[in-house]
């Protein structure tokens, strides 16, 4: 176990880069599977998560070579073949259920168990399931394992009930090499949907209508090797952005993408930061009196979920009364509690948190619930004058590229410690 000492109170500067989407590599590696070529990832970030799924396909047999060094991830699934996976390595993330349809697809079959990941809600699998089986799959569930096998899948239209990302990438991948047309109506919008998209017609697919809520494969029966970039983490950007604003720092962030980012933008604009676009990069000068607002997470171009955390850090520090209403994860506030060891003054009802700023967080020991509850930490921990400790670091490892050599990039004193 390891953990994160930090001495904030610090003004930052200089620039920090942005890594590429974890949320758009994780399917991109998943739909490797559908070809018996080699793909080639650059850029890949060095993410616990990303180690997970390239280990999840090495158990099928998939020859997986990364590349550190110049960032380069090449798969080859020619030899790969359909087996039971790990059920470790699946309960560990929950992105590794995206192998299911690339699985099916391609040969028939597929058994994987329930998956794991960020304890933040129940987030089922029965949209996926659904989907799948309109296209023709026989599913079958057994201590805690999904069974799944269709002698040929066949395009159908599948109307998701709420517009969840994990189910529309995984009916993406099954549809691409199912027979004829699939429509899948009610899908989710976010980019990631639409650089798995771009991907997957690199190899010979054909989708259409990425990032709307109708998304049409066309089947094809066979797809090629590609080279690919994935697209830069908005999650990412974001952070950083609320890094500048909660030190009152001005930082350059380099690797950005201005539409992805305006759901996050336009809230940042709404509290008064100064933010300058110049192309992939933007410049934000957080030395400013920042107002309180009012958030309500959504699926996109709503205000993302995995931003609502960094969001409380902040607001925390706002004079006023600020509000967040969480409508995708029942149990996506369990950082509030951490964050009241610092000194917040956040109360709860039901999904609605409702946070009256004060003067400054106080340095003190916490412990990263999740993923995105632990960046909200080193934020708050970074703000305030003193020594905090941030304990199980292994939730930011999932999401954020060795974040402290970033950070420390910008004057911050960080340093990761062995418990």
Same mark, same amino acid.
């Given at each position: 176990?390891?953990?994160?000492?930090?001495?904030?109170?610090?003004?930052?500067?200089?620039?920090?880069?942005?890594?590429?989407?974890?949320?758009?590599?994780?399917?991109?590696?998943?739909?490797?599977?559908?070809?018996?070529?080699?793909?080639?990832?650059?850029?890949?970030?060095?993410?616990?998560?990303?180690?997970?799924?390239?280990?999840?396909?090495?158990?099928?047999?998939?020859?997986?070579?990364?590349?550190?060094?110049?960032?380069?991830?090449?798969?080859?699934?020619?030899?790969?073949?359909?087996?039971?996976?790990?059920?470790?390595?699946?309960?560990?993330?929950?992105?590794?259920?995206?192998?299911?349809?690339?699985?099916?697809?391609?040969?028939?079959?597929?058994?994987?168990?329930?998956?794991?990941?960020?304890?933040?809600?129940?987030?089922?699998?029965?949209?996926?399931?659904?989907?799948?089986?309109?296209?023709?799959?026989?599913?079958?569930?057994?201590?805690?394992?999904?069974?799944?096998?269709?002698?040929?899948?066949?395009?159908?239209?599948?109307?998701?009930?709420?517009?969840?990302?994990?189910?529309?990438?995984?009916?993406?991948?099954?549809?691409?090499?199912?027979?004829?047309?699939?429509?899948?109506?009610?899908?989710?919008?976010?980019?990631?949907?639409?650089?798995?998209?771009?991907?997957?017609?690199?190899?010979?697919?054909?989708?259409?209508?990425?990032?709307?809520?109708?998304? %049409? =494969?066309? /089947? !094809? @029966?066979?797809?090629?090797?590609? #080279?690919?970039?994935?697209?830069?983490? +908005?999650?990412? &950007?974001?952070?950083?952005?609320?890094?500048?604003?909660?030190?009152?720092?001005?930082?350059?962030?380099?690797?950005?993408?201005?539409?992805?980012?305006?759901?996050?933008?336009?809230?940042?604009?709404?509290?008064?930061?100064?933010?300058?676009?110049?192309?992939?990069?933007?410049?934000?000068?957080?030395?400013?009196?920042?107002?309180?607002?009012?958030?309500?997470?959504?699926?996109?171009?709503?205000?993302?979920?995995?931003?609502?955390?960094?969001?409380?850090?902040?607001?925390?520090?706002?004079?006023?009364?600020?509000?967040?209403?969480?409508?995708?994860?029942?149990?996506?506030?369990?950082?509030?509690?951490?964050?009241?060891?610092?000194?917040?003054?956040?109360?709860?009802?039901?999904?609605?948190? %409702? =946070?009256? /700023? !004060? @003067?400054?967080?106080?340095?003190? #020991?916490?412990?990263?619930?999740?993923? +995105?509850?632990? &960046?909200?930490?080193?934020?708050?921990?970074?703000?305030?004058?003193?020594?905090?400790?941030?304990?199980?670091?292994?939730?930011?490892?999932?999401?954020?590229?060795?974040?402290?050599?970033?950070?420390?990039?910008?004057?911050?004193?960080?340093?990761?410690?062995?418990?």
């Amino acid at each position: 176990m390891q953990k994160f000492r930090i001495t904030g109170g610090l003004s930052l500067k200089g620039e920090i880069e942005v890594s590429s989407a974890k949320n758009s590599i994780l399917p991109i590696i998943a739909a490797t599977i559908l070809c018996d070529d080699e793909c080639v990832i650059e850029n890949f970030p060095i993410l616990e998560d990303v180690s997970v799924i390239c280990d999840v396909l090495r158990s099928l047999n998939v020859d997986v070579k990364a590349d550190v060094v110049d960032s380069i991830l090449k798969i080859n699934g020619k030899s790969m073949h359909s087996l039971n996976l790990s059920e470790n390595l699946i309960r560990k993330m929950r992105a590794s259920f995206l192998v299911l349809g690339p699985l099916l697809s391609r040969f028939g079959k597929a058994r994987v168990y329930m998956p794991g990941g960020c304890n933040i809600g129940l987030r089922p699998i029965d949209l996926h399931l659904k989907g799948l089986s309109a296209l023709g799959a026989d599913i079958s569930i057994v201590d805690g394992c999904v069974e799944i096998s269709a002698k040929k899948l066949i395009g159908s239209t599948v109307y998701l009930d709420f517009p969840s990302v994990g189910a529309t990438e995984n009916l993406i991948m099954a549809a691409t090499l199912a027979e004829g047309k699939t429509v899948i109506e009610n899908a989710a919008k976010e980019p990631e949907i639409i650089d798995l998209a771009i991907f997957i017609n690199g190899m010979g697919g054909d989708i259409e209508g990425a990032g709307t809520s109708r998304i %049409v =494969i066309h /089947g !094809v @029966k066979k797809l090629k090797g590609v #080279r690919h970039v994935p697209i830069y983490d +908005r999650i990412e &950007a974001g952070t950083y952005i609320a890094l500048a604003a909660i030190t009152k720092s001005k930082i350059k962030i380099k690797g950005v993408n201005e539409e992805y980012l305006r759901p996050i933008i336009s809230k940042f604009y709404e509290m008064g930061l100064k933010i300058n676009f110049d192309g992939s990069d933007i410049i934000v000068d957080g030395n400013v009196d920042l107002k309180p607002i009012n958030i309500k997470t959504l699926p996109h171009p709503g205000f993302p979920t995995d931003m609502q955390p960094q969001f409380m850090s902040l607001l925390s520090l706002v004079s006023g009364t600020s509000t967040i209403v969480e409508t995708i994860f029942e149990n996506r506030f369990m950082h509030v509690m951490e964050l009241r060891r610092m000194g917040a003054n956040i109360s709860i009802y039901d999904r609605v948190a %409702v =946070i009256d /700023g !004060v @003067k400054s967080f106080v340095p003190s #020991r916490v412990k990263a619930t999740d993923l +995105r509850a632990g &960046a909200a930490l080193i934020l708050a921990a970074l703000s305030c004058k003193g020594e905090s400790e941030i304990t199980d670091i292994y939730h930011i490892d999932r999401g954020y590229a060795q974040i402290e050599n970033k950070l420390k990039n910008l004057n911050a004193k960080i340093v990761r410690i062995d418990e």
